[in-house]
């Protein structure tokens, strides 16, 4: 394509994450439990770079990195590793990298995090943001002045939303929908925000406020309308051993994009995200366990049940013909830093 503007434009707050899994159940106070597996790796924001370099997309990230040894490991998985361009990123001076811990039992997760906020915000880093053919964004209830100046420079902007720990649920955080192509938040806060009580009644208030608006709901699949195309789509989640959920919402949202960009229909567009999903549970981490082309390459060519492939067929005709190097995923320990 003779088009030089970053595919995907990203900032938010990056943690150095450290996921242990094969917990029977969470710990209670004073007991230690031995665990089954650990990974780590960049997480946050990194989570959904990741996801998006490894589908080819040419990633720009924003975010603060402190000066620290997590921070500096980050920066070298990111751009060395996964090709992000970093440079509209900062390293903070004796500001701490966030170090989130995740414990990962059944098909959940609970997190502990450290940290403070960092010394740059979002809208200092970004300035006016670049052109770029799409923004994957969290929008949060305080709107960030970069996201307006984004969407009026041709930047499609594609915004999902985090927890909201008052849980009120304010529906001024819709308004903003205004700047956005599309919107993926999942079940539990599609219906919060539009006080429904299903996915699909949650899908219909959405679609009257944004062209594309997607439902995700976990082991029950996704749903998604596209406005612009008058199209409708259902599917189901896959039947997978869910190591690690962190990150995998993430790795939608990235996949969705992807495909997006391609121009697929709709059923495809949230079917490959689906897929995507559904691969990374089963690694730790969040953007190590991207599976990326090299992954759904993988688990394309080793596919033998003949429902799956009459529904995942058109993966024939939109996997590379190189789908690239195998993917890295998270390690035990980082390695050691050579000095």
């Known amino acids: 394509m003779d088009d030089d503007r970053p595919d995907v434009l990203l900032t938010g707050l990056l943690f150095y994450d450290l996921v242990l899994t094969g917990l029977g159940r969470p710990p209670t106070p004073g007991e230690e439990i031995w665990t089954a597996g650990m ?3 960049p ?10 370099s490894r589908f080819g997309l040419r ?3 924003a975010t603060v990195f402190g000066d620290d040894f997590y921070g500096a490991h980050c920066r070298e998985i990111l751009a060395g590793q996964e090709n992000v361009d970093l440079s509209l990123s900062r390293v903070a001076d004796g500001w701490a990298t966030p170090v989130t811990v995740s414990l990962a039992y059944g098909d959940d997760r609970a ?3 450290h940290g403070q906020e960092p010394p740059y915000s979002q809208d200092a880093l970004m300035g006016d943001p670049p052109e770029a053919r799409t923004a994957l964004v969290h929008i949060e209830a305080q709107p960030r002045a970069w996201l307006a100046k984004a969407a009026a420079n041709g930047t499609r902007i594609y915004a999902d939303v985090g927890w909201d720990p008052t849980q009120e649920w304010s529906t001024d955080l819709l308004e903003q929908l205004s700047l956005c192509h599309a919107f993926l938040p999942n079940e539990r806060e599609a219906m919060a925000y539009t006080r429904t009580d299903s996915a699909v009644a949650a899908l219909g208030t959405l679609a009257e406020l944004v062209p594309v ?3 995700t709901r976990g082991g029950d699949g996704a749903v998604a309308v596209d406005q612009l195309t008058g199209e409708y789509a259902e599917v189901p989640a896959l039947d997978v051993d869910v190591l690690d959920a962190t990150g995998a919402g993430d790795v939608f949202g990235a996949s969705f994009v992807a495909a997006s960009l391609g121009g697929w229909p709709l059923q495809e567009r949230l079917r490959f995200a689906v897929l995507a999903a559904g691969l990374s549970v089963r690694h730790h981490g969040g953007a190590p366990a991207a599976p990326g082309w090299y992954g759904v390459d993988r688990w394309w060519r080793s596919l033998t049940d003949p429902d799956l492939k009459r529904a995942y067929g058109f993966l024939a005709d939109r996997i590379p013909a190189d789908p690239g190097p195998p993917v890295r995923y998270a390690p035990v320990t980082p390695p050691a830093r050579q000095y």
Request: charged share 0%.
């Open 111 to 113: 997190l502990v995090t």
């Open 59 to 61: 990633t720009s990230l």
């Open 39 to 41: 990974g780590c790796g």
């Open 213 to 215: 608006a997607v439902v």
């Open 43 to 52: 997480g946050g924001i990194a989570n959904l770079a990741v996801a998006a």
